[in-house]
């Protein structure tokens, strides 16, 4: 009964130092949106971009990868005004909601193209981490 009685402390005061770990290490609001700023770079730099290399080059001297790169604080923006976070103290839920609108927001694309698609996101963080477990066209 003894041996028990110490595992069920062991295993309490475990469960408390792991919660108390999560609770610090969980990330916040900016380091999300620097996350989710440089994965959307990312994919920009490696999808769009390589499917369209000279991207307004004629245009602006720029070639797809500079605009993509350049563009950093206006994604990051965008990002943080489509996302809406769900603190759970020891872990965080982001959800983000892209659409060619919030991307470009005085162009009211959906009064021409009404299909124009959407995008949402939902990222676990914790520990430091982000995971992106949900990623969908709309």
Known sequence: ????????????????????????????????????????TEYLNTNVCKKNPKFLENVIQFSCRQV????QPQLREIIADSTVRQDFIVFSIY??????NSLIPALRLDSILPSTPGYQFETLGAFNQFYTYKAEQQ
């Open 1 to 40: 009964m003894k041996a028990l009685t110490i595992m069920a402390y062991v295993g309490v005061f475990g469960l408390a130092a792991l919660g108390v770990a999560m609770a610090k290490t969980n990330p916040s609001q900016v380091e999300y949106e620097e996350y989710a700023a440089r994965r959307l």
């Open 68 to 71: 993509v790169d350049s563009a």
């Open 95 to 100: 959800r983000t909601d892209l659409n060619v």
